[in-house]
């Protein structure tokens, strides 16, 4: 069975600083994986997917990602954190039927 | 393009009341997701169709839970009697049919059983 395990539930930066999110993924397959931000009373909103094609992924907002197979993971980082940033972030592996699998969420902090 | 829109934003009802979230997908989307969302976690399944057919409900409280998708477009996810669990945000979302195509989210509905 597929599952994510985000492996830290809050990261606090300074603005300015990288941003660095991990997300380590198990599938018996090559999967499909997804990052998600949910800011508060607002709904999910994709950041950036990857879908077999280049390992690194860039997304939204400056974002990006890097599929890393050999070591099951698929990080998501910012070369510089904004104030905007802030929010819930979630990773997550479609299984072959489609059905989507959350993480349980990182939230980021960004300090002035 | 319009989202996927859902209502109401919120709703508060005592315990043992039923109620009632509906959800307008994105229009020429197929497959149709009730997620539910506790407080500090990640979305967990309710159901997902595809058009009108339910193809994963395993994690759909049967006994309290339902969910309809008349002519594979609205849906309508009731619970009845509600239970001071149930608590939690429910999110609706659609995508189009197929592997690696990503899911659309509504702003959710939050329900607060008192």
């Known amino acids: 069975a597929q599952s994510v395990t985000q492996l830290d539930s809050h990261v606090s930066v300074s603005e300015g600083t990288p941003v660095l999110l991990r997300c380590n993924y198990s599938?018996?397959?090559?999967?499909?994986l997804f990052w998600y931000v949910q800011h508060p009373n607002k709904g999910l909103q994709l950041l950036l997917k990857?879908?077999?094609?280049?390992?690194l992924v860039k997304g939204i907002n400056g974002f990006e990602a890097e599929f890393k197979k050999s070591e099951t993971s698929f990080h998501l980082t910012k070369p510089s954190a904004h104030m905007s940033d802030a929010a819930e972030y979630f990773c997550?592996?479609?299984?072959?039927?489609?059905?989507?699998?959350f993480g349980q969420g990182t939230e980021l902090s960004v300090k002035p | 393009e319009a989202g996927v829109v859902q209502s109401p934003r919120y709703k508060i009802i005592e315990k043992k009341q039923p109620v009632a979230f509906w959800c307008n997908p994105i229009?020429?989307?197929?497959?149709l997701y009730w997620y539910r969302q506790n407080l500090g976690q990640g979305p967990e399944l309710l159901i997902r169709?595809?058009?009108?057919?339910?193809?994963?409900d395993s994690q759909l409280p049967k006994d309290r839970f339902s969910a309809e998708r008349l002519k594979g477009v609205d849906s309508t996810l009731k619970i009845q009697p509600a239970e001071l669990g149930d608590s939690a945000v429910y999110l609706c979302?659609?995508?189009?049919?197929?592997?690696?195509?990503?899911?659309?989210f509504g702003q959710g509905t939050r329900l607060t059983v008192v």
């Open positions: 979302a659609s995508s189009q049919q197929g592997l690696y195509t990503e899911a659309f």
């Open positions: 599938s018996s397959y090559s999967p499909s």
């Open positions: 990857y879908t077999s094609a280049a390992t």
């Open positions: 997550v592996v479609s299984d072959l039927t489609g059905k989507l699998i």
């Open positions: 229009s020429g989307h197929n497959t």
């Open positions: 169709y595809e058009n009108e057919e339910a193809v994963d």
